[in-house]
C-alpha cells in the first residue's frame, strides 16, 4: 500500500525537480494530442455539422457506422497505422513510424468519429422552431446557419473534451505506432505502461497523476470559457 | 471571434508546428535501432548510448521489443540496426539477405529461477533435468511467449529436454511481454521462469537486494546469451542507414565501449561481459 503514498510524493518531485524523461513524456504526450485534436476538430466539426443539419439519402445509415467506430479499439487503429507508415507499407516512404506524427494519425482516426458523432448529434437536436422563427423573420441560408453554429457553441466544446480525453488517455496507438521510445515517443501512458510492467509502481502512479493534472487543467481553462 | 478567423489561426498554428517538425527531422544523423527488451530493461543503454552520442555526434533513438519483432523491423526497412541475442535466427537472417554484418559484442547467460521453496526440487540440477521435474511436478513456468531471443532459446531447452513444448500446458503460462514484466508475473504467482542474468540482477536490485526469487539452475554451456549487432543488407532496404549503423557497430567493439560495458554493474555484480573481437 505504501508504493500509493511514495507515488503521490514521487509526483510532486518528478516534477518539481524537472525531471528529463518525466517533462519529455509531457510534452509528447502534449504535442501528439495537440495534432491530432485540431486536425479531428478541423475536418469532424464540417462533418458533424453537415451531418447534423441538411437531410440526404442513407443518412441513417452513415450515423449508424460512425456510432459504431465510437468504440475502435485502439490497438486496431495502432495496427492499421503501423501498417500503413511501416516502410513496406503504402505510406512508408514518409518514415512516419515511430515518430509523433505517427501516433497523431492514429489519434486523429480515434478522435474524429467522436467528434463527429456528437456534432451530428448536438446539431440534430437544435429547436426546430428556431429555423422557423429566423425563416420568419427574413433571415438567408447562411445566417441560419451562422445562428445554429452560435447556439450549439458549448455542445461542439463537450465533443472537443470527450475526444481529447480518449486521445490523451489512449494507449494502444501510442506504444504500436510510436515504440515507446525514450525521449522521443514515450508518452505518459506508454512510460506508466513501462513502469508498471518493469513493476516500479511509484514511478507509474506518479506519471499517472501527472496525466489527470493535464486533463484537469485543461477542463479548468475550458471551463472558464465557458463562462465567458 | 469568428469562426473564419478561428480557423485560419488554427491552420496557422498546424503549420508552424508541421514545419517545425520537418526541420527538427532535417538531414541531422539520426539512427534507429530494434533492440531486445534485457538491454533497455537493465538500464544498460541509457548508461551507454549518452557516451556514443557524445563521441560520434550520431543520435540513436532505439525501440526495444523481443529479439524476433526485432529481427522483422529490420526485414521491413522500419529501422537502420539491431541488437539482439539469438545466434542461429541472426545467422538464418544474413543467409536470406536481410542482415550483413554481425558483430558480437557482450554476453551473459541465461538461469532458471523461481521461489526460495522450490516446489519442483529443480535447484542444482541440471538444465534438462530441472525441466523434467518441473513438468513432473506441473510446478507454474512462466514463459516468454513472444518469440524473442530469450523465448527462442527456452523452446530450445525444452526440445532438448525430450519433453516437447507445454504449449497448451495449465502449468506454462505465456505472458507475451518483456523480461522484466515476465520476472514480476513469476514473483506474483510464486513461478518459475528463464531469465538472462543481466535482467535478474536488475530486478535483484529494484527488490532491494532481498528477491524472492532466485538463481536455482545455472552453469550449463548451453546458456550462454551472445548479443550482437547486426546491420542490414543494403540490397533488402535501400533506406537504411547502413554506415551510421556500421559506426555504431564498430563502436560497440571499441575498446573504450567495451570497458564501458564491463563498468556497468548492479549491486556490485556485472551484468554483461564485454567479448568484441
Not at chain 1, 495537440?34 to 462533418?47: A, E, F, Q, R
Not at chain 1, 475502435?72 to 512516419?96: D, H, K, N, Q, W
Amino acid at each position: 500500500m505504501e508504493y500509493l503514498a511514495s507515488g503521490f510524493i514521487k509526483a510532486v518531485e518528478l516534477l518539481v525537480r524537472g525531471d528529463a524523461s518525466t517533462w519529455s513524456a509531457v510534452s509528447a504526450t502534449l504535442q501528439a494530442s495537440t495534432w491530432s485534436m485540431m486536425v479531428s476538430l478541423l475536418t469532424g466539426l464540417p462533418c458533424g455539422f453537415a451531418l447534423g443539419y441538411f437531410d440526404f439519402r442513407f443518412k441513417r445509415q452513415v450515423r449508424t457506422v460512425l456510432d459504431t467506430l465510437l468504440a475502435l479499439p485502439t490497438v486496431c487503429v495502432g495496427l492499421l497505422v503501423y501498417a500503413l507508415i511501416s516502410s513496406r507499407g503504402p505510406m512508408g516512404e514518409f518514415g512516419m513510424l515511430f515518430t509523433l506524427p505517427g501516433i497523431a494519425i492514429g489519434q486523429t482516426i480515434l478522435a474524429f468519429p467522436i467528434v463527429t458523432a456528437i456534432t451530428a448529434s448536438i446539431v440534430e437536436n437544435i429547436d426546430h422552431d428556431l429555423k422557423l422563427t429566423l425563416v420568419s423573420l427574413g433571415a438567408g441560408k447562411k445566417d441560419i446557419i451562422a445562428t445554429c453554429l452560435w447556439e450549439v457553441r458549448y455542445g461542439i466544446l463537450a465533443a472537443a473534451v470527450t475526444a481529447y480525453g480518449r486521445v490523451l488517455t489512449e494507449v494502444g496507438i501510442s506504444m504500436m505506432v510510436g515504440g515507446n521510445i525514450k525521449y522521443h515517443t514515450r508518452t505518459i501512458t506508454t512510460a506508466i505502461a513501462l513502469e508498471t510492467n518493469k513493476g516500479m509502481f511509484a514511478d507509474g502512479i506518479a506519471l499517472g497523476i501527472v496525466l489527470m493534472a493535464i486533463a484537469f487543467g485543461v477542463n479548468l481553462s475550458l471551463s472558464f470559457l465557458r463562462k465567458r | 471571434m469568428t469562426v473564419k478567423k478561428m480557423t485560419s489561426g488554427l491552420l496557422a498554428v498546424m503549420l508552424v508546428l508541421a514545419l517545425a517538425t520537418f526541420a527538427a527531422a532535417g538531414d541531422k544523423k539520426e539512427l534507429m535501432m530494434a533492440t531486445t527488451t534485457s538491454t533497455d530493461n537493465t538500464g544498460l543503454l541509457d548508461y551507454l548510448i549518452p557516451h556514443f552520442e557524445k563521441e560520434t555526434g550520431i543520435t540513436l533513438k532505439w525501440t526495444s521489443t523481443g529479439t524476433g519483432k526485432a529481427l522483422k523491423l529490420g526485414q521491413n526497412c522500419d529501422v537502420d540496426v539491431l541488437l539482439v541475442h539469438a545466434p542461429p535466427a541472426e545467422k538464418t537472417y544474413i543467409e536470406k539477405g536481410y542482415g550483413k554484418e554481425r558483430r558480437e559484442v557482450m554476453y551473459n547467460d541465461f538461469v532458471i529461477i523461481g521461489p526460495k521453496a522450490d516446489p519442483a526440487s529443480i535447484s542444482g540440477k541440471t538444465i534438462s533435468e530441472a525441466l523434467t521435474a518441473v513438468k513432473t511436478e506441473g510446478a507454474l513456468f512462466m514463459s516468454r511467449g513472444d518469440d524473442s531471443g530469450t523465448n527462442k532459446k527456452e523452446k530450445l531447452l525444452w526440445k532438448n529436454a525430450g519433453t516437447g513444448l507445454p504449449d497448451k500446458e495449465a502449468w506454462y503460462v505465456q505472458t507475451g511481454q518483456g523480461m522484466l514484466a515476465t520476472i514480476n508475473v513469476a514473483q506474483e504467482r510464486n513461478g518459475y521462469t528463464m531469465t538472462d542474468r543481466g535482467t535478474y540482477i536488475k530486478y535483484q536490485d529494484q527488490q532491494g537486494g532481498k528477491a524472492p526469487l532466485t538463481v536455482l539452475v545455472e552453469g550449463d554451456d548451453i546458456l550462454l546469451n551472445q548479443y550482437s549487432v547486426l546491420t542490414l543488407n543494403p540490397k533488402n532496404c535501400a533506406s537504411a542507414k547502413h554506415d551510421l549503423a556500421l559506426a555504431f557497430s564498430n563502436w560497440m567493439a571499441s575498446e573504450s565501449a567495451q570497458k564501458r560495458i564491463a563498468d556497468f554493474r548492479l549491486l556490485g555484480q556485472k551484468l554483461f561481459i564485454p567479448n568484441a573481437k
